[in-house]
């Protein structure tokens, strides 16, 4: 009898299925991510099968190439319509190819070429043991100050696995703001952070302190992702997809047609709204707003400077992005009820960015406050719920992105026998020692600040009066008052470095190879460029700014 039943069973699972249909992907459309991507795994391979002393260059050399190929592809794309009339949902609904995703792919790969250069730099250290060294460990599997670490310094190690885990972060960044569904959101934002994590923890002096700011970084980013991943599976039970447009069309009320296993929860508004407010806390964790912002300050500190300065780029642009779309695409028939909270975010983060700033002894930690303090002016034009306000939000972080990593190159010139001199009592009397330098930090204040002619003021220019026009103008009273509390600690760092005595034993600054040079000449050229004559790359901005529903 038992064999009879599973015979039955047998023939019935042997019956021909109708085949599984094959996705359908569009390759050209997506080319700017598989292009990193690819290289990333090529890097692999590299570290994998070139000899040690050929990687460096090999490694180099194949991601400067990668990021100016995805750039090429991003603009190839936007010239071929894919940013206005031919935008479309790639991928099978997974990944939106439009204005801003275009947009915001050509910020990341260019803002991430001018930092990679910066991880490239190996003439500020002095040479050890007749080999020339990087911002990062030797080994950095080694027990800091064992054995191994001072074998490996010895041996003239240098860990180029970090242009491999740059480009997979890359990755996760260009996919993160085009993402079409909650899904490829998170995975994009794994696929981003875990690079991170990682870089974070490999500085080659402080190395605990490096380590430190990494175990932060992991568990609080692990705990942000635990409430993208419940609010994502909240609504989904309350759409029945995870779809941004499906979503949207459940929350507008235009589906009638209920998905029977999930007629008790479909509709639901209460889990709408929690489900909302938690992917929300996902994001607004990975821009630095306030009150999830307790990581900015001691992971920027802690991490390798030049992963400081394009961790503080890159991550703000992708995250914003795929802020924009989450709230103009899929939730914007709740503004009434995400629009206050907003309001809430946006004002204590633009004062308490801009206050705690002012206490701060650490140029680092000081940099930090003020990308919260800029978070919180973005946010001001995420709320206008216009157009212009997309494009206003969108120039605002391609003009900051290259002020920060200019800000942070600048970092890892000032040095000491220690290492990078970071606490501001040792930046005092710069501008007598190495004027170039301190004049070209102060111009990056001053952007920071918005002072006008810089490309910092042009951003939040552009950003307030799209707040003011959406009904925000309580907003832009606090963001003004917020900015003139922020210019006092950025005039107050231009004082200490051309006002105040330089200390004996003071210290140096190195002479970068023109790696370094050519990422600081790039922040200014922006900076000054986007301060006098922003009107293109505005009007290019309010071109790419609607999003493909």
């Known amino acids: ?92 609904g997974a990944i939106a190819v439009d204005g801003p995703a275009l947009f915001l792919q050509g910020t990341i790969l260019l803002a991430s070429l001018v930092a990679v250069f910066t991880f490239a730099e190996r003439r500020l250290d002095p040479a050890a043991h007749g080999n020339r060294i990087d911002s990062f460990a030797a080994q950095a599997a080694s027990v800091p100050g064992g054995d191994s670490e001072k074998a490996a310094v010895k041996a003239g190690f240098t860990t180029t696995e970090v242009f491999p885990l740059v480009l997979f972060a890359i990755t996760g960044m260009l996919v993160f703001p085009a993402a079409n569904d909650l899904l490829t959101l998170f995975i994009a934002l794994e696929v981003f952070s875990l690079p991170l994590y990682l870089l974070c923890a490999v500085a080659r002096r402080k190395r605990l302190m490096s380590q430190e700011a990494a175990v932060k970084y992991f568990l609080l980013g692990a705990f942000s992702s635990a409430f993208l991943l419940f609010g994502i599976a909240l609504l989904y039970g309350y759409a029945g997809s995870v779809s941004y447009a499906r979503i949207a069309d459940v929350v507008d009320g235009s589906v009638r047609t209920i998905d029977p296993a999930l007629a008790d929860t479909m509709g639901n508004d209460a889990l709408l709204l929690i489900g909302g407010a938690m992917i929300l806390v996902g994001l607004l964790f990975k821009v630095g707003a306030v009150p999830f912002h307790m990581w900015t300050p001691d992971v920027y500190q802690g991490a390798p400077t030049p992963v400081t300065g394009f961790m503080a780029a890159a991550t703000k642009v992708a995250a914003f992005g795929a802020l924009l779309r989450l709230l103009y695409v899929v939730l914007p028939g709740l503004r009434w009820d995400w629009r206050p909270v907003m309001w809430a975010v946006a004002i204590v983060t633009m004062l308490g960015g801009a206050i705690v700033a002012i206490t701060q002894t650490d140029i680092k930690r000081l940099l930090a406050y003020s990308s919260i303090a800029h978070a919180g002016f973005i946010l001001a034009g995420v709320i206008a719920t216009t157009p212009d306000g997309v ?109 105040s005595e330089p200390k004996e034993g003071g210290p140096t600054v190195a002479v970068p190879s023109p790696l370094t040079m050519t990422t600081i000449g790039v922040g200014v050229a922006v900076t000054l460029v986007l301060g006098v004559a922003p009107q293109y790359f505005l009007d290019l901005a309010s071109q790419a700014s609607v999003f493909v529903r």
């Open 1 to 92: 009898m038992s064999a009879m039943i599973v015979h039955s069973l047998w023939t019935t699972a042997a019956e021909p299925i109708d085949k599984i249909p094959a996705p359908t992907i569009e390759y050209a459309q997506l080319a700017p991510a598989l292009i990193v991507v690819g290289a990333a795994v090529v890097g692999v391979l590299v570290e994998a099968f070139v000899p040690r002393r050929a990687r460096y260059y090999a490694q180099v050399f194949l991601t400067v190439v990668a990021l100016t190929a995805a750039f090429a592809a991003v603009v190839a794309l936007a010239a071929g319509g894919y940013g206005s009339t031919k935008a479309r949902i790639a991928a099978m």
């Open 391 to 499: 494009s206003s939000v969108l120039f605002y972080l391609a003009a900051y992105s290259f002020v920060t990593i200019g800000a942070f190159a600048v970092v890892t010139l000032v040095r000491d026998a220690g290492g990078e001199a970071t606490h501001l009592s040792k930046w005092a009397g710069l501008g007598r020692r190495s004027p170039l330098v301190a004049a070209v930090f102060a111009v990056f204040l001053l952007a920071f600040a918005g002072i006008p002619l810089t490309s910092g003021f042009a951003g939040k220019f552009a950003v307030f009066k799209a707040a003011a026009e959406g009904g925000a103008g309580a907003l832009v009273v606090v963001g003004v008052i917020s900015s003139a509390i922020a210019a006092f600690f950025y005039i107050r760092v231009i004082v200490l470095m051309f006002f």
